[in-house]
């Protein structure tokens, strides 16, 4: 369904290593030589996707976040999703809400929620029953 996802940022190089960090839990790494421009970055499978996209706005005012909007990666496992939460704090994130069942959302849904240096909400879940 979907090509990519984007999201601004106001500081790309800042933003590279909160992704790089926090996504490497979850298997996504950047796509290699995606923008010349140094102004935008992708990480998941190149063109036609699907990917997340950050990038300055094109134009060029600062970058901002849209209430009620989250973007959400889905996780190998609950262990991912906890590395995922811990790298992205480490890296410059915040937390939104730290590692755990949600039962509300589904009998197995394990989420950990945290937002990105420019205030992007970001979530990783993992659907699956924790390994007996």
């Known amino acids: 369904m979907f090509s990519y996802v984007s999201l601004g940022t106001s500081d790309i190089a800042r933003a590279v290593t909160f992704y790089d960090a926090a996504l490497a839990p979850l298997g996504h790494e950047r796509i290699a030589g995606y923008d010349p421009e140094g102004t935008s ?9 699907p990917h997340l996209w950050v990038t300055e706005p094109f134009d060029g005012r600062p970058a901002s976040v849209g209430n009620g909007t989250m973007v959400s990666f889905l996780a190998p496992s609950r262990a991912a999703v906890d590395a995922f939460h811990a790298a992205a704090l480490a890296h410059g994130g915040t937390d939104e809400g730290a590692p755990g069942l949600r039962p509300q959302y589904g009998p ?9 240096p420019d205030g992007n909400k970001l979530n990783a879940v993992c659907y699956g029953r924790e390994a007996q």
């Open 41 to 49: 970055a992708a990480w998941g499978l190149d063109d036609p996707g």
């Open 108 to 116: 197995h849904f394990y989420a950990g929620y945290v937002r990105d």
